[in-house]
T-cell receptor, first 110, second 116 residues
Framework: QQPVQSPQAVILREGEDAVINCSSS?????VHWYRQKHGEAPVFLMI?????EQKGHEKISASFNEKKQQSSLYLTASQLSYSGTYFC???????????FGTGTRLTIIP | DTGVSQDPRHKITKRGQNVTFRCDPI?????LYWYRQTLGQGPEFLTY????????KSRLLSDRFSAERPKGSFSTLEIQRTEQGDSAMYLC??????????????FGDGTRLSIL
């Protein structure tokens, strides 16, 4: 089943923070985050493999809560270049396919 | 290191025609994936190869769809007797093999298929 992302869309001013959530109805092995700009390929951001793991860079990070079967992506001090649609992709153990979430459209305005 | 390359970028065809798309993965990536994406939706998994072996196929992949990766390098996706509902972006991705399945999948720019 497809993971559900929230919010569906968000508009921020440059410099504001955002949190994007990804929830699954079943146990997850890993969560992969991507950003896709209009007309372009999805671009890989990060993978979270272990429960509770947090990964990322200074301004884009993510967490993975196995028990809650959810992951969150944190964007700090957003920049114009962060605009796009963010997708989480989930994997089951021993399965190579990614099941992508419903997507969150992020718009950053100056 | 060149990325995943897909050809053509755009394909317009009449309903009922056959189409074939090509994907060249990142060099030495032995895993190759095909996904389909419609407007406003996330990519949907179609099929996956490890080297030349097709290891998984989605139920979305009807018998009109066939994919090959004959020498474990490039792959082709063929759609026979195209239908209106086949209109979508077809994305290819590749990844290296990893022991714990934590390798990222890197996507190409896709082939946009429009059925008239």
């Amino acid at each position: 089943q497809q993971p559900v992302q929230s919010p569906q869309a968000v508009i921020l001013r440059e410099g504001e923070d955002a949190v994007i959530n990804c929830s699954s109805s079943k146990a997850l092995y890993s969560v992969h985050w991507y950003r896709q700009k209009h007309g372009e390929a999805p671009v890989f951001l990060m993978i979270l493999l272990k429960g509770g793991e947090q990964k990322g860079h200074e301004k884009i990070s993510a967490s993975f809560n196995e028990k809650k079967q959810q992951s969150s992506l944190y964007l700090t001090a957003s920049q114009l270049s962060y605009s796009g649609t963010y997708f989480c992709g989930t994997k089951d153990f021993g399965n190579e396919k990614l099941t992508f979430g419903t997507g969150t459209r992020l718009t950053i305005i100056p | 290191d060149t990325g995943v390359s897909q050809d053509p970028r755009h394909k317009i065809t009449k309903r009922g025609q056959n189409v074939t798309f090509r994907c060249d993965p990142i060099s030495e990536h032995n895993r190759l994936y095909w996904y389909r994406q419609t407007l406003g939706q996330g990519p949907e998994f179609l099929t996956y190869f490890q080297n030349e072996a097709q290891l998984e196929k989605s139920r979305l992949l009807s018998d009109r769809f066939s994919a090959e990766r004959p020498k474990g390098s490039f792959s082709t996706l063929e759609i026979q007797r195209t239908e209106q509902g086949d209109s979508a972006m077809y994305l290819c991705a590749s990844s290296p093999e990893g022991w714990d399945s934590n390798q990222p999948q890197h996507f190409g720019d896709g082939t946009r298929l429009s059925i008239l």
